[in-house]
């Protein structure tokens, strides 16, 4: 009888292997995530812009059935003791944050109109440029 030897040695990756796989994926992460947490941003702009007018049209819906402009968002989701003909829930309470989870800004009366709604954008201060700029209903 011949004995054969039976070779149980298994190849498997080498350290210098894994770190080539790893540097490679980092490059990569690297050229493409940028971009896209650049649109997350922008899309909440967005967001928030479109948010605005919804909450403009529930003002003027208010408006529309009380005869008063509300003094304040909350009163588009709870109705006030004064306001004769509210016929609300007029917007659901969760809107009236923005993306970035910061309530939006109201004013009434207005200085660019009958009354004034704005998020201060990605850094939440007046101002700014680029995501960081205000949204406003005004413009």
């Known amino acids: 009888m ?3 030897k039976q070779d149980n040695t298994q190849r498997g ?7 080539l796989v790893l540097v490679i994926l980092a490059l990569i ?8 947490i650049g649109k997350a941003e922008s899309a909440k702009a967005k967001a ?3 948010q605005i007018s919804r909450i403009s049209m529930s003002v003027e819906s208010f408006y529309l059935d009380t005869g008063n402009t509300p003094s304040s ?3 588009l989701v709870n ?10 829930p007029y917007i659901r309470n969760s809107l009236l944050k ?4 910061r309530p939006y800004q109201y004013r009434y009366p207005g ?3 009958d009354f004034d709604i704005q998020s201060f954008g990605a850094d939440g201060q007046q101002g700014g440029e680029g995501n960081n700029a205000d949204i406003t209903s005004w413009e």
């Open 2 to 4: 011949s004995c054969t």
């Open 13 to 19: 990756f080498t350290l210098v292997e894994l770190l």
């Open 29 to 36: 992460a690297g050229l493409v995530l940028p971009g896209i």
């Open 48 to 50: 928030a812009g479109s």
């Open 73 to 75: 968002l909350e009163e």
């Open 79 to 88: 109705e006030p003791a004064s306001a004769n003909g509210w016929n609300g």
């Open 98 to 101: 923005d993306p970035w989870g």
């Open 111 to 113: 200085e660019h109109g």
